[in-house]
């Protein structure tokens, strides 16, 4: 039984859409996240949310916002989609990490 | 400015030997750490973690070890198999919110 879960695992996309990323988790954390892996394979914090509060937000560019319906979910919406946000991105629940998504803007 | 350095990224190593992994930080507020393992197309796996009370911690063929006064820890594994090939990453909590990564260290065991 999957602990975190993320949906799609790829996804390839053209400058200016919007798309979301759905996560979700079975722990029963209170705190979810999301990190994004760069080019330079570096994973950096990018959200986290608490009880349905965004409680941080690094320095993400605002097409970025995490969307979470209940305490199991926490979606990933991007607007505007840029080259540059071609990476992995991974949803994690406390220290629990999901499989990742590779999204790729041409 | 990052906190949680990992300065080698590549480390290679023959089967049944030992494979020590380095990881300094630099926030003397840290009090916990972790050493994720990640697989191409996975995402990062917990595998063994140290709290700043301790100075060892060991966990079948991985140890971890903190030098608190040197900012530093490390990862043991012995003896090393190839399916232990991986991306490692240590990480600390930062203000209960998020987890800072080293930047990982890319382990080869070769046979």
């Known amino acids: 039984d999957t602990a975190v879960s993320q949906t799609p695992k790829y996804l390839v996309t053209q400058m200016g859409n919007d798309k979301s990323i759905k996560c979700e988790q079975n722990?029963?954390?209170?705190?979810m996240y999301w990190y994004k892996q760069d080019s330079k394979k570096f994973l950096k914090i990018m959200f986290s949310y608490n009880n349905k509060e965004l409680i941080i937000n690094e320095t993400v560019p605002n097409r970025f916002s995490p969307k979470s319906p209940d305490k199991a979910h926490l979606n990933l919406h991007i607007n505007s989609l840029e080259l540059g946000d071609s990476a992995v991105y991974f949803c994690a629940s406390g220290a629990t990490f999901g499989p990742g998504t590779r999204l790729t803007v041409t | 400015d990052q906190q949680v350095k990992q300065n080698s990224p590549s480390l290679s190593v023959q089967e049944g030997r030992i494979s020590i992994l380095n990881c300094d930080y630099t926030?003397?507020?840290?009090?916990?750490f972790l050493w994720y393992k990640k697989y191409p197309a996975e995402g990062p796996t917990f595998l063994i973690s140290?709290?700043?009370?301790?100075d060892k911690n060991e966990d079948g063929r991985f140890t971890v070890f903190l030098n608190k006064s040197a900012k530093h820890l490390s990862l043991h594994i012995v003896p090393s198999q190839p399916g232990d090939s991986a991306v490692y990453f240590c990480a600390a909590p930062f203000n209960t919110d998020k987890l800072i990564f080293g930047t990982g260290t890319r382990l080869q065991v070769f046979p």
């Open positions: 722990l029963g954390h209170d705190t």
């Open positions: 140290i709290s700043s009370i301790k």
């Open positions: 926030n003397s507020m840290f009090d916990y």
